[in-house]
């Protein structure tokens, strides 16, 4: 008789669920906290400053002076976004562009050097006293707290010795230019700044392309994505935020320089920064140096590095105030460390290090430039200002470190 043998039951296999949409955004949210938090924060800001001061604050003048008058903070508060990802801090950056811009106009003023090459001197000013304190810094040993506290006094001073106590001015015209000035106007005319509207289109088209670039990617690795009706409205809302900003300016003078220097640092660092070898040695080393250099990171040439970019770009923030100013003064730079330091852990910075974007970085700043472009429009004292943004500082620290409590846990 023959035997019916039946067959094993195939295991039964576990349905693995799709995330929901608000686990997707949860997710998201979580994963980028900080930049996300002063994204919504800053236009959560503009938006009190635009009904509170009836309007006023989006006017496409107060724009373009909110981007000439914040432009040298932010290239500071880049630097400054590095040093402190490798762990360390530059109290110095605030006399050294005082000095340099003093520098600048005793050569172009009185001994009448043209401006390319009192510009270009002016930056290896800068990255000669970035590597004098980086020597100090990374090969002596020297924390980077009294390195550069050292430095805030001697640049300061020496500031003062090169004006003599007054103020050195004007600035070739091509000079203030840097500071103040705009793209030409091209074409025909249709009352807007016709080549704004094309670098508005340009950068409106490779943001675009980056971000679905970016979801390409991402799908090929397997990794998690928004669904596609967020992935559109995320599209549409940089769209719309791009079209906006570019029609203000267009419909004014058009991009100022000092907005031009700005996107080539943005773009140009933040690429070093998530895509080059230095970058990643930037992070490792403010994220636990010790294990860093077991895995052959030169710490020492990273940090030194680190203080000579802070030199120059130090540098071109003290020329884009000068150009700005129109004169060299001895009491340019006063608070300017400060500035840059609330932009970096505004925008995102541990201050254990190892943590921190160059775009959070002018994120930061641009919190920082709204809050005191907005209180003076609608008539807060400048002692009020100090208080609201310490509070504001305090508040992005306390978040850092209430996020990192809550992760250990």
Do not use: C
Not at 83 to 91: M, N, P
Not at 350 to 371: E, K, Q, R
Not at 380 to 401: E, N, P, R, S
């Amino acid at each position: 008789m023959a035997q019916t043998t039946e067959s094993p039951e195939a295991p039964v296999q576990p349905q693995t669920e799709r995330p929901s949409t608000g686990a997707l955004l949860t997710r998201a949210l979580r994963g980028n906290v900080r930049q996300y938090g002063m994204l919504v924060a800053l236009a959560l800001i503009v938006l009190l400053f635009q009904f509170w001061t009836d309007g006023i604050l989006l006017q496409p003048l107060n724009i373009t002076n909110l981007i000439q008058q914040n432009g040298y903070i932010l290239i500071l508060a880049i630097g400054m976004m590095i040093v402190i990802i490798a762990g360390h801090i530059d109290l110095s950056v605030g006399s050294l562009a005082a000095f340099v811009g003093a520098a600048s106009a005793v050569m172009m003023v009185k001994h009448q050097v043209p401006w390319p090459v009192a510009l270009v001197v002016s930056l290896l000013i800068g990255a000669v006293a970035g590597a004098w304190q980086g020597f100090w810094i990374a090969y002596i040993g020297i924390p980077s707290f009294i390195v550069t506290l050292a430095g805030m006094l001697l640049f300061r001073g020496g500031t003062q010795i090169l004006l003599q106590g007054q103020s050195i001015a004007p600035f070739p015209t091509g000079f203030q230019k840097i500071g103040s000035g705009f793209l030409p106007q091209v074409g025909p005319n249709t009352n807007y700044h016709n080549l704004t509207l094309l670098i508005g289109a340009a950068v409106l088209a490779i943001a675009v392309l980056q971000e679905v670039r970016g979801r390409r990617q991402a799908a090929s690795y397997g990794l998690e994505l928004l669904p596609v009706g967020m992935f559109v409205a995320k599209l549409a809302a940089i769209t719309a935020a791009v079209a906006v900003f570019t029609m203000l300016l267009a419909s004014y003078h058009g991009v100022p320089i000092v907005l031009l220097i700005l996107g080539g640092l943005l773009v140009g660092f933040g690429y070093l920064m998530r895509n080059s070898i230095l970058g990643r040695h930037t992070y490792a080393i403010g994220g636990n140096e010790a294990a860093a250099k077991l895995s052959g990171v030169k710490s020492k040439r990273v940090v030194f590095l680190a203080f000579v970019n802070m030199g120059v770009l130090a540098a071109l923030a003290g020329l884009v105030f000068a150009a700005r100013l129109n004169a060299g003064t001895p009491q340019a730079g006063i608070n300017f460390e400060l500035e840059a330091i609330a932009a970096a852990f505004i925008g995102g910075a541990s201050a254990t290090g190892g943590v921190g974007t160059v775009l959070g970085a002018i994120i930061g700043g641009l919190v920082l430039g709204v809050l005191n472009n907005g209180m003076s429009l609608v008539g807060i004292g400048t002692d009020y200002q100090q208080v609201i943004k310490g509070m504001v500082l305090l508040a992005a620290v306390g978040f850092d470190v209430y996020n990192k409590r809550k992760v250990g846990s």
